[in-house]
């Protein structure tokens, strides 16, 4: 469509909205001049400079909708010039929270300038290396299933364009492998048979159908048929495929087959043409040397005709039951139409009226053919890991890639599994359960945060409830497999154990504050208690927290994302510390202030504990042992919790727990529990605590 046929629709560029998308085709082409909506894609605008047709531009949310992390899609603007390259692309809206309060725009823009100069049907991975096969682009650390979402919309949106106009191939047309004959195999059958199972096909045309295709052209009206006899065939058209032997030899006889397979080269093959009715399949104006201009054979959008050389005359037929026709010809598909035999081609035929002396009007009208199934097989494709890996929904391309991450991650879930349950065994060796716990902790803190990403988020809970509201898609959860698979585990683990687990054991910003805590008591940085009374009311500030935060998700998501900002995950897990000084110093100041009170942004400002707190009164079992003395009058349990978790009264307050263990040992040690102590030294002397008022006597709770 050139811009004069198209200037009632044309637009300046420099009103092209929206403002984003008009910079971007600006700087792709500084030329262009006018905006025009492609005829029939009104998505696609063609981009001019004067009459002179500089390329293509699109926004992908009109063409893919892929869920970000977000769980809403992005909306990416590519330029395409005319040779289906991309000359520039852009992201102009998203909903990621690592991007909205995170990583700068700068950093995004960075990694989809990498994507200028490749083709629209080029095969793009995020991370690895480049091949003859593919194109490696660098990652974006820290947003990494960010930015796999957007390498897919712009390869997709950019190949779907592409194929749209003409620029690259379509998926869609891709053929499958070749299908190969089966040859060693023949049944007698007759006629009726091989028209029943579909080996011969029949188009039956009457005149009146003819008559209704020409209305509303030029040739309505002409060489009507009288209503009499609309019902009249104009032709019955039969055709069938001649390689398969079932078919060949029961329609043309041993001899006349064996010699037309002895006619055909590699690569080529026969189809028969069988009709009666007053309009000639061959047409009466075919000449010696001319092409067969009233049929033709369409497959894979491929289209080809028949010429002289590529027929033969079909004389005696013998399939029994087999009706006289008036005319039968045997057609030879050559080798460089590259016919496939098991996929289905169509015979077209054409009807034409003349309109004028040098004027006509066409119509064409299939007979669809697909040889049956027991007549062919076809090889399985031979596909690379990529290309199989290309076709699989994006949440599957996402837990191939981090194939390590996820083994790792269930590996340290399944050691973690292995110390809950046996916990009673193991804390009777302290030293050995501190070892492992301090190992754990740092296997958390690299491994799951810093190398996986794996850093839960208060920001997940409000998008899991604001997906419950407004449409839920698993997919928008199986994005993230790290991710998906903690928070599966954490499900599970509230309800055996509470929320205790997660923040003790799994939370990499928890296991960063209790390593640099344990260091700090190395280095005897002396460490302040919290008066309890005190300690008991700032337990409210998360839970208020995380009240205002759903209460906003409610109205904005956007914005409950950035109040989230509360929370130092991003900037010490995620990020690493890189970022701006504001986050910088907000994580650093918490870290500090955990030198000399553990933990402190957990127990009293974490909205992500408060949320796993609330369920936590749901769990099974109370895995944690306490005795009837505890709290009155041994409090040793009580002093040593460093999160202060156990109340004076003794009992343990699970919604607040991080489950250390560090009271469990105590409870079996006879070394150091009072009770135990007393019950050592009574069997030793072979007396017990009511004849030594000092002491405190032993009586197991049950």
Partial sequence: MSIMAASLSAAPVSEYEPVAARQVIEKAFSSVTAVVPREGNRAIQELYAGEELKGYAYQSLDFIQTPAYSGKPLNIVVVLDTDGKIVNTRVIEHHEPILLVGIPESKLHDFTDQYVGLAADQRVTVGGTTSEHKVAVDGLSGATVTVMVVNEVIMKSAHRVGAELGLVESLSDARPPAAKIQTDSFQDKSWQTLLGEGSVRRLKLTRGQADDAFKGTDAEGIDTTPRKQRGKPLIDLYTAY?????????????????????????????????????????????????????????????????????????????????????????????????????????????????????????????????????????????????????????????????????????????????????????????????????????????????????????????????????????????????????????????????????????????????????????????????????????????????????????????????????????????????????????????????????????????????????????????????????????????????????????????????YCLDCQMTYFDDHKCPPLIVKRRGKRRGHNAPGHPEEIPVVQVT
């Fill in 242 to 658: 001649l390689d398969v032997p079932t078919i060949g030899r029961n329609l043309l006889g041993e001899s006349q087959f064996q010699w037309l397979m002895s006619e055909l080269n590699e690569g080529e093959h026969a189809i028969a043409v069988m009709a009666h009715g007053e309009y000639s399949f061959k047409g009466s104006g075919y000449v010696r040397g001319g092409i067969f201009d009233r049929i033709q054979i369409r497959q894979f959008g491929d289209t080809f005709n028949f010429r002289d050389l590529d027929y033969y005359r079909l004389s005696d037929v013998y399939a029994e039951g087999m009706p006289a026709f008036k005319e039968m010809a045997i057609f030879i598909i050559r080798q460089q139409y590259k016919f496939d035999p098991g996929s289905e081609w169509t015979l077209e035929l054409t009807v034409k009226r003349q309109t004028g002396p040098l004027d006509s009007e066409f119509q064409v009208f299939p007979l669809t053919y697909q040889l049956p199934d027991q007549y062919y097989t076809r090889p399985e494709p031979v596909l690379s890991e990529e290309d199989m890996l290309a076709d699989q929904p994006m949440w599957v391309q996402m837990w191939y890639q981090r194939e390590f991450q996820i083994v790792v991650l269930g590996i340290g879930i399944g050691v973690l599994l292995f110390i809950l349950f046996f916990q009673d065994w193991l804390v009777k060796k302290p030293k050995m359960m501190r070892w492992i716990r301090h190992a754990f902790l740092t296997y958390t803190l690299f491994f799951i945060g810093w190398y996986a990403l794996g850093q839960l988020s208060i920001v997940n809970v409000l998008t899991f409830v604001n997906s419950l509201i407004s449409g839920f898609s698993w997919e928008t959860f199986l994005i993230d497999p790290v991710i998906f698979m903690l928070w599966a585990v954490v499900a599970g683990i509230i309800l055996l154990w509470g929320r205790a687990v997660y923040c003790g054991w799994l939370c990499p910003f928890g296991a960063l504050q209790e390593l640099l805590n344990e260091i700090a008591r190395k280095l005897k940085v002396p460490q302040y208690t919290v008066p309890f009374v005190v300690h008991e009311r700032l337990w409210a500030i998360k839970y208020i927290i995380l009240l205002v935060l759903f209460g906003v998700s409610l109205d904005s998501m956007a914005t409950a994302e950035r109040l989230a900002e509360v929370e130092p995950f991003k900037t010490a897990i995620t990020l690493k510390f890189d970022r701006s000084w504001p986050f910088v110093t907000y994580a650093v100041v918490l870290l500090v202030v955990n030198l000399f009170t553990r933990k402190v942004f957990c127990r009293y400002l974490c909205p992500l504990g408060a949320a796993l707190a609330l369920p936590t009164k749901l769990r099974v079992f109370d895995w944690l042992k306490r005795r009837k003395e505890c709290g009155n009058p041994c409090r040793l349990c009580d002093h040593e919790c460093e999160v202060q978790a156990i109340h004076p009264d003794g009992h343990i307050n699970y919604m607040e727990c991080h």
